[in-house]
């Protein structure tokens, strides 16, 4: 049979004599209690764990009326004749002593086989025959905690404490022996209640109080078990009980889910939850209570943000407004999970060395990409659960449970061990309205050793480029990014409507990123400033419309995949670049298509540009966001509008009559070549290095394999080229894309295919024209305008700035990056080149930059110079003859 609770008191060994076990203190006042006899524990032990739980018979020796005990043998089994003594057991274990009998008894066989047994022990120095000191096997028992509170914080972070549950006071609260320190404490178990066992004489215990009591200590009561330690309750402490087979209390409620779904004693008018609609349709969808409370209802919300794995931004779709919810009843991943599955050498991690915790906290971040993949940019089903008011400092709090289809995003997160249910203090009804089915997904996890219940850490590695302390990590990979061409990165924050911090995915890196080719206005920002010695911070408010592009970004953009291709970096050491989405838009075209973007200058080179310009030439004729006021200050800038609205490609693009050289429109550049006809071919210098290493790259290849690309006949290197043309006879006309030049090659050695990797960055050479000016007509002074150009240039740095554009050709001013000097105004000073005739001084842009090209002008023909040395006798016939090109057509036909 099996023991059970009645049958424990009425077993009491015969003819042995057992150590007695500490007992209590009979009066509540007083802290004296005795203690354990030697070897009583461990007695006591070696029949718990051998009887409990286990089938046994036994036969009653004598029963003695007075006190209503019976002397019984018992015996591990169900045949006494075959199965064994435990008396016998415990003598051969030297646990307990053999009680002398006289007369009759003396000479009876059992007791003469009990004699041989005991007599063997004391050879073997079993037990109290041994040889070490009875005081090493007495207990020293605590029954008493002076601060739970700091125990509990003590060992929350430690492994499961091993414990003996020592008695069952009612269907969710247990006195449990601490092993091995021997603390004797209460524990309530978390997240279950069962009916209340009133101590009180006068009071009624509530329904089915005694049957909860004996249920529970059928199972638990002297099992060994871990305890994990959640909390404090009064002098009570909080805590879970693991038996071998999992969870007691998630064990327990699968008892209740039966009981439910059969309407069993307390649940007889239990009134079940209906099913969920499924939300992935377009219709309409509601969850309704498992009781008549209407404010359960469930409503749809579009998820917006993944704040953390139990908080989520959503748009509540009744109202289109914004608001943070928190899952109910499901606790995130902490420190304190990552300290238990380390060694002491690396457990001393604490708060204030964790700097990024979504990548630092265990399993943290695949939490945070399991719900960003499943949820985010998608309608949900939202149930209340409850809701968290005010409370001094702290908001109030709305907890939930969220739907995607009829499937519980919680259990989800909890089943995969990327996070934990919380426990609640037994009167505690604030929790998730599937609350059960938490507790059961938890025990999943823990079975199958997944996530937190794992043995592994789960570290995320990441390589953090961001921030003052970074600067010359980011300069250093700055090279490889832009060979890599386009990554697959994640939107982990939008700082303002272009600007991002990204994590790329492959690498693991985390950027600071800006948009290129456009500029978003400004939010308020805080900029350090040095002022007396003392740090302050000047503050910069939000421009027009810079709050409306940071919301729109965090809702189209943020924790959204992209694509990501960096162009260069800034000063900062935020790389720049472009920025994709998964379905091929461009993410700075839809910023400008919404009109909370304006075309920056560098827009020029991007392969979308017109694209660009068409999209804000849109939203300034609609007036949307930041061209609403556009109107009234087109009108002052420009009169003739509406010349330029029927010759689009003719519009000049910037408009400035004071030459500022702190403008950003100016861009340092290399000139790498020059045409006969002043055609202008440039690299600007932030690719410089790019350029450069690409192009030793290139040389240390073709040293070691075939010729790749094109050769060129000057300095017989090789270099990037495009075909323009192919001719008879092997004639091939060839594009350098890096510098602007050409040449003809005839030898077909000289010429191949690049490899993959050399394509991904963007020809280098810019062409551009001269603005305000043209060539001679004559080719030989062309030559010698062009010699003199080159001449002044050299080999240095200049500085460019786009004047204007007209049929789709971008016009330069040139100078000196040094000195700021106008470079193309000492070649008018010479005479060697010719101002364009004013024909409309509205089409003028830069006032002073022509009136100093005029004035140039003016210089070289009273001087005589160059081509003006015979302006006196045919300046007057040019207009008559309706020329407006240079004077030297009188020149030539004189």
């Known amino acids: 049979m099996t023991i059970t609770t009645p049958i424990r008191y009425a077993i009491v060994k015969s003819i042995i004599s057992v150590p007695k076990l500490a007992r209590p203190p009979t009066n509540s006042n007083t802290s004296e209690s005795s203690i354990d006899e030697p070897y009583a524990f461990e007695a006591r032990e070696y029949l718990r764990k051998r009887?409990?739980?286990?089938?046994?018979?036994?036969?009653?020796?004598?029963?003695?009326?007075?006190?209503?005990?019976?002397?019984?043998?018992?015996?591990?089994?169900?045949?006494?004749?075959?199965?064994?003594?435990?008396?016998?057991?415990?003598?051969?274990?030297?646990?307990?002593?053999?009680?002398?009998?006289?007369?009759?008894?003396?000479?009876?066989?059992?007791?003469?086989?009990?004699?041989?047994?005991?007599?063997?022990?004391?050879?073997?120095?079993?037990?109290?025959?041994?040889?070490?000191?009875?005081?090493?096997?007495?207990?020293?028992?605590?029954?008493?905690?002076?601060?739970?509170?700091?125990?509990?914080?003590?060992?929350?972070?430690?492994?499961?404490?091993?414990?003996?549950?020592?008695?069952?006071?009612?269907?969710?609260?247990?006195?449990?022996?601490?092993?091995?320190?021997y603390y004797l404490v209460t524990i309530q178990l978390s997240g279950i209640k069962y009916p209340m066992l009133k101590r009180d004489d006068n009071s009624t215990n509530e329904l089915y109080a005694e049957e909860a009591k004996q249920y529970v200590e059928t199972r638990l009561l002297q099992r060994q078990v871990k305890a994990i330690l959640d909390g404090v309750n009064n002098q009570n402490l909080l805590g879970t009980l693991l038996r071998p087979n999992g969870n007691i209390a998630i064990y327990l409620l699968k008892e209740?889910?039966?009981?439910?779904?059969?309407?069993?004693?307390?649940?007889?008018?239990?009134?079940?939850?209906?099913?969920?609609?499924?939300?992935?349709?377009?219709?309409?969808?509601?969850?309704?209570?498992?009781?008549?409370?209407?404010?359960?209802?469930?409503?749809?919300?579009?998820?917006?943000?993944?704040?953390n794995c139990d908080v989520l931004t959503i748009r509540d779709l009744r109202d289109n407004k914004i608001k943070k919810i928190y899952l109910s009843s499901v606790r995130s991943p902490r420190t304190a999970d990552f300290q238990q599955k380390t060694d002491e050498n690396n457990s001393n991690l604490n708060r204030q060395q964790i700097k990024r915790s979504l990548y630092e906290i265990p399993y943290l971040f695949a939490a945070r990409e399991l719900l960003r993949k499943r949820l985010i940019d998608k309608i949900v089903c939202i149930v209340t659960d409850y809701i968290q008011p005010v409370n001094n400092n702290y908001p109030e709090k709305i907890y939930c449970t969220v739907y995607i289809g009829n499937i519980n995003i919680g259990e989800v997160l909890i089943s995969k061990g990327f996070a934990k249910a919380i426990r609640y203090r037994q009167?505690?009804?604030?929790?998730?309205?599937?609350?059960?089915?938490?507790?059961?997904?938890?025990?999943?996890?823990?079975?199958?050793?997944?996530?937190?219940?794992?043995?592994?850490?789960?570290?995320?590695?990441?390589?953090?480029?961001?921030?003052?302390?970074?600067?010359?990590?980011?300069?250093?990979?700055?090279?490889?990014?832009?060979?890599?061409?386009?990554?697959?990165?994640?939107?982990?924050?939008?700082?303002?409507?272009?600007?991002?911090r990204i994590h790329l995915l492959k690498d693991n890196w985390i950027m600071s990123f800006l948009l290129s080719s456009i500029n978003c206005p400004r939010v308020e920002r805080r900029i350090p400033v040095s002022s007396n010695s003392q740090q302050q911070q000047k503050i910069e408010s939000d421009e027009p419309f810079g709050i409306e592009a940071l919301n729109f970004s965090k809702e189209h953009f943020l924790q959204r995949d992209i694509f990501v291709e960096v162009?260069?970096?800034?000063?900062?050491?935020?790389?720049?670049?472009?920025?994709?989405?998964?379905?091929?838009?461009?993410?700075?075209?839809?910023?400008?298509?919404?009109?909370?973007?304006?075309?920056?200058?560098?827009?020029?080179?991007?392969?979308?540009?017109?694209?660009?310009?068409?999209?804000?030439?849109?939203?300034?004729?609609?007036?949307?966001?930041?061209?609403?006021?556009?109107?009234?200050?087109?009108?002052?800038?420009?009169?003739?509008?509406?010349?330029?609205?029927?010759?689009?490609?003719?519009?000049?693009?910037?408009?400035?009559?004071?030459?500022?050289?702190?403008?950003?429109?100016?861009?340092?550049?290399?000139?790498?070549?020059?045409?006969s006809d002043l055609k202008i071919y440039l690299q600007y210098s932030e690719h410089g290095?790019?350029?450069?290493?690409?192009?030793?790259?290139?040389?240390?290849?073709?040293?070691?394999?075939?010729?790749?690309?094109?050769?060129?006949?000057?300095?017989?290197?090789?270099?990037?080229?495009?075909?323009?043309?192919?001719?008879?006879?092997?004639?091939?006309?060839?594009?350098?894309?890096?510098?602007?030049?050409?040449?003809?090659?005839?030898?077909?050695?000289?010429?191949?295919?690049?490899?993959?990797?050399?394509?991904?960055?963007?020809?280098?050479?810019?062409?551009y024209e001269l603005a305000y000016v043209r060539a001679p007509p004559d080719e030989d002074d062309r030559q010698e305008t062009k010699n003199a150009l080159l001449d002044e240039i050299g080999n240095n740095e200049c500085l460019i700035k786009v004047e204007y554009r007209q049929n789709n050709i971008e016009y330069i001013s040139l100078y000196y990056i040094n000195t700021k000097e106008n470079i193309v105004k000492k070649i008018v000073e010479q005479g060697l080149i010719i101002i364009e005739q004013e024909r409309n001084r509205r089409q003028i842009r830069s006032t002073l930059l022509y009136d100093e090209l005029q004035q140039a002008q003016t210089i070289a023909k009273v001087a005589r110079r160059g081509l003006w040395q015979y302006s006196d006798q045919i300046e007057d016939g040019a207009t008559e003859f309706g020329f407006t090109g240079p004077l030297i057509f009188f020149y030539l036909t004189n």
């Not at 003590?154 to 320190?181: M, Q, W, Y």
């Not at 099913?275 to 377009?282: E, M, Q, T, V």
């Not at 999209?615 to 966001?625: G, P």
């Open 427 to 500: 009167d505690n009804e604030q929790r998730s309205s599937r609350y059960d089915d938490l507790l059961i997904a938890e025990q999943q996890a823990e079975k199958c050793s997944v996530g937190l219940f794992s043995n592994s850490s789960d570290l995320y590695r990441i390589v953090d480029m961001t921030g003052d302390t970074n600067k010359e990590r980011a300069k250093g990979l700055l090279n490889i990014l832009q060979r890599n061409g386009r990554m697959d990165g994640v939107v982990e924050f939008v700082a303002s409507g272009s600007r991002f």
């Open 567 to 675: 162009e260069s970096m800034d000063r900062g050491s935020n790389f720049i670049g472009r920025l994709t989405t998964t379905d091929g838009q461009s993410v700075a075209l839809i910023l400008v298509q919404t009109g909370l973007a304006k075309i920056h200058n560098s827009a020029y080179n991007a392969s979308n540009y017109k694209q660009l310009l068409e999209a804000e030439e849109k939203c300034r004729k609609e007036h949307i966001c930041i061209w609403t006021n556009y109107e009234q200050s087109s009108i002052k800038e420009n009169e003739n509008e509406n010349e330029r609205e029927n010759n689009p490609e003719n519009e000049n693009i910037y408009e400035s009559d004071i030459i500022n050289f702190t403008d950003p429109r100016f861009r340092d550049a290399f000139i790498t070549y020059i045409t």
């Open 256 to 307: 209740e889910k039966y009981a439910k779904d059969n309407r069993l004693k307390i649940w007889q008018n239990y009134i079940p939850q209906p099913a969920l609609i499924d939300i992935d349709s377009n219709t309409a969808s509601a969850v309704n209570s498992k009781s008549n409370d209407s404010s359960l209802k469930g409503y749809q919300a579009k998820i917006l943000e993944i704040v």
């Open 689 to 767: 290095r790019k350029l450069e290493q690409l192009q030793s790259e290139l040389r240390e290849i073709f040293n070691r394999t075939k010729p790749i690309a094109a050769r060129f006949t000057a300095d017989n290197e090789w270099y990037r080229a495009r075909v323009e043309k192919i001719e008879g006879n092997n004639r091939i006309s060839i594009y350098f894309v890096d510098y602007g030049n050409r040449e003809i090659i005839t030898d077909l050695n000289h010429l191949t295919t690049l490899p993959p990797g050399f394509l991904q960055l963007n020809s280098q050479a810019h062409e």
């Open 51 to 181: 009887l409990v739980d286990r089938e046994i018979c036994y036969t009653i020796d004598f029963h003695i009326t007075q006190t209503n005990r019976s002397l019984c043998t018992v015996y591990l089994g169900k045949d006494k004749e075959t199965d064994e003594n435990i008396i016998e057991s415990l003598l051969s274990e030297g646990l307990v002593e053999l009680r002398q009998q006289t007369g009759a008894r003396a000479n009876d066989a059992n007791y003469q086989r009990l004699v041989i047994i005991d007599e063997q022990a004391k050879l073997n120095r079993r037990g109290h025959y041994s040889d070490e000191s009875p005081n090493a096997y007495i207990r020293n028992m605590k029954r008493t905690l002076k601060n739970p509170k700091q125990f509990v914080d003590k060992h929350k972070s430690s492994p499961p404490l091993d414990a003996i549950v020592e008695f069952i006071r009612d269907g969710n609260t247990v006195r449990c022996l601490l092993i091995p320190s």
